[in-house]
């Protein structure tokens, strides 16, 4: 079992900047790919990105891409995604995610066997 927790979620203002982190324990040798995803009441989770962990270029969704950059400590065993330029439509509880094994579908939640318990982001304008 692995054991994800975000932290640094917040409330910023349109333009700011947030960095959160995710916490990983227990068989954290398990872990091929950590994701971050998103979530607004009433509509489905969306993908932010991902990495492998254990070295390789991050990957993003086209919403995030150029504002977001996702990096990883595996000395820590954290996750961290630091988030540029905010906007109100980046609002949302922010999940990080990982999974056991190897798929160029980072998008697919189902995939995804561990999930933290999200960190709430309000961007106001």
């Known amino acids: 079992q692995v054991q994800l927790v975000e932290s640094g979620g917040g409330s910023v203002q349109a333009g700011g900047s947030l960095r959160l982190s995710c916490a990983a324990s227990?068989?954290?040798?398990?872990?091929?790919?950590m994701g971050w995803f998103r979530q607004v009441p009433g509509k489905e989770r969306q993908y932010v990105g991902a990495?492998?962990?254990?070295?390789?270029?991050?990957v993003y969704a086209d919403s995030v891409k150029g504002r977001f950059t996702i990096s990883s400590d595996n000395a820590k065993n954290t996750a961290y995604l630091q988030m540029n330029s905010l906007n109100s439509e980046d609002t949302a509880v922010y999940y990080c995610?990982?999974?056991?094994?190897?798929?160029?579908?980072?998008?697919?939640?189902?995939?995804?066997?561990?999930w933290g318990q999200g960190t709430q982001v309000i961007v106001s304008s």
């Open positions: 995610a990982a999974r056991k094994f190897y798929s160029f579908l980072y998008s697919s939640a189902g995939l995804y066997n561990y």
């Open positions: 990495i492998r962990w254990r070295g390789g270029s991050p």
């Open positions: 227990g068989h954290t040798s398990e872990i091929d790919t």
